[in-house]
């Protein structure tokens, strides 16, 4: 397998691009409109055909690169079946592999830190969308989130992974590229060691976070597989560079 992780600054979003060795075909996991053309760049530097995108779920703080992708190089967009996206042309669905190639990911369905979130297993490694991120985890405060939802996503699904799976988040805000599935059951301050389900409700509806200064117009947007809104506010436009300067958009 080909494989590589890539960052988007604005966001502090991870994007995986995941190959297939003996076809070509290639998936890019959680893109990133501001960063697209560096990511087609690493396909195309890689001798691969972006067959895929592939979202964790409907994003709150960018603009998915999904529809702009299928514009430009004709890669199909796949997403949670769950939400229901008529501009999807796959719906992923637990139980179901998705095959990249020979490359075939486990979806689980791993609700919580929204109703439709799914996180991506392949042999030793696990992306996690926002379920489980490296000694955190997502807000629950809005999307149809819920803390017993995901404490049960989590602890009673993800956490019963091999101890050495790798996990690669959506976001890092400290630097940090990868945990793994025993670390975080023995760090996440959040969900590790023995946290109960009132432990985990409490800490989650005690940190008060600032609501999201981009959600109003990336729900949207995603709901409709990466669209933005022909004005933003100056402070928010760099968000949605590539669709701004985009023929398509």
């Known amino acids: 397998m080909i494989f590589r992780q890539l960052f988007e600054p604005l966001s502090s979003t991870y994007t995986y691009l995941l190959g297939c060795e003996e076809t070509g075909q290639a998936v890019l996991i959680d893109p990133v409109i501001a960063s697209m053309d560096r990511d087609l760049e690493q396909v195309h530097r890689l001798g691969l055909t972006l067959a895929f995108s ?3 779920h409907i994003h709150a703080d960018h603009i998915t690169a999904a529809l702009e992708l299928k514009h ?21 669905e637990e139980g179901v592999p998705f095959k990249v190639g020979s490359l075939a990911l486990q979806p689980l369905h791993t609700p919580g ?11 030793d490694r696990l992306f996690t969308g926002d379920a489980l991120l490296i000694e955190g985890c997502g807000r629950t405060d809005f999307q149809n989130g819920n803390a017993d939802a995901l404490f049960k996503s989590v602890r009673e699904k993800l956490f019963t992974l091999l101890d050495d799976t790798l996990v690669y988040p959506a976001h890092d805000y400290k630097d940090r590229r990868v945990s793994t599935i025993g670390q975080e059951k023995k760090r996440n ?13 409490t800490i989650m509806a005690g940190l008060n976070l600032p609501y999201p200064k981009f959600i109003d117009h990336a729900v949207p947007g995603n709901q409709q ?7 933003l506010p100056d402070d928010l436009a760099r968000y949605c560079a590539q669709m701004t300067d985009s023929p398509q958009g």
Do not use: M, N, W
């Open 54 to 56: 592939l979202d964790t």
């Open 72 to 92: 430009k190089v004709g890669s199909q967009i796949a997403a949670p079946a769950f939400d229901r996206l008529v501009c999807a042309d796959v719906g992923i």
């Open 113 to 123: 830190h929204t109703d439709g979130h799914f996180a991506y297993f392949l042999g």
């Open 189 to 201: 301050p959040r969900l590790g060691e023995d946290k109960t389900l009132e432990e985990f409700k």
């Open 225 to 231: 597989c990466g669209v933005c809104p022909s004005h």
